[in-house]
């Protein structure tokens, strides 16, 4: 189960809101300051973190960007509780990149869902962050594409170009629409970008260039490839090319 640290100097908060997560089957860490904070968050690097932004000595504000200067625990979702009408005080949370607040006085039901959906968001940007298919491994956060393990260096746009084909599960993208998700064009008819792009990408896909397939005067589609480097099964030769686009 998932691992949550409270902060919080009011001691009946504080055990509020670890009764009620406990109750949930959380498992509950507890700070009463930002220093406490710090060192329990380094140490055990909890799956979320409740942290009131009024803390004696080291406050909230303080203890957020040290957290996020570490490697270790920048990756927290960290929920912000604020005093009620202190809105200066959850604007500036935001802005520091806290994932929720929650104002003084709340119900615990209230924040108990919140920390679950949070932790279900969180989750599932983790997983996403890897986009898998066969072979292809591309990773969303550094633009990173990994072919059989290894690393292909491909610049910004021709990894939105892969990754968008790669996600459309098989299904083909039509011209107009990939050049204008990719380039942002309102004007399709008369540019060669997108060929240029997809040869080049092709390029450097090396034996596993056939994965980019070519639909005849539609678009393209992503085929995923076996471990040995063939594509797997792809729509009917007619209609299929592996090379350069044909214009509509």
């Known amino acids: 189960m998932h691992t949550i640290l409270v902060v919080d100097d009011e001691t009946d908060i504080l055990d509020l809101v670890t009764f009620n997560l406990k109750r949930q089957d959380f498992t509950v860490l507890s700070a009463e300051n930002g ?22 000595g080291k406050d909230g504000f303080t203890v957020y960007r040290e957290l996020r200067a570490d490697a270790r ?50 989750r599932k940007v983790t997983v996403d962050a890897t986009l898998k298919a ?36 098989g299904e083909v993208q039509e ?26 990408l092709r390029e450097k896909l090396g ?6 397939q070519t639909v005849r005067g539609v678009g393209y589609h992503f085929v995923s490839p076996d471990t040995a480097g063939t594509a797997t099964a792809a729509p009917a030769a007619s209609t299929v090319d592996t090379g350069k686009a044909v214009e509509a």
Do not use: C, Q
Not at 47 to 55: A, F, S
Not at 99 to 111: A, G, H, I, M, N
């Open 134 to 169: 066969g072979v292809f491994h591309l990773e969303r956060n550094s633009l990173k594409l990994f072919l059989a393990g290894e690393p292909v260096d491909l610049t910004a746009t021709e990894f939105k170009l892969l990754r968008l084909l790669v996600e459309a599960n």
């Open 175 to 200: 011209r107009d629409a990939l050049l204008r998700e990719v380039w942002g064009y309102s004007d399709t008819t008369l540019t060669r970008t997108l060929d240029t792009h997809v040869k080049r």
């Open 207 to 212: 034996k596993y260039a056939d994965a980019i």
């Open 73 to 122: 625990t920048r990756g927290i979702p960290v929920i912000m509780l604020t005093a009620k009408g202190e809105l200066n005080d959850r604007i500036a949370g935001l802005e520091l990149g806290a994932d929720d607040y929650v104002t003084k006085p709340f119900s615990p039901k209230e924040l108990v869902l919140r920390v679950k959906a949070l932790l279900k968001r969180t």
């Open 35 to 56: 220093v406490a904070a710090v060192r329990i968050a380094k140490e055990k690097i909890p799956d979320l973190i409740v942290l009131d932004l009024m803390l004696p």
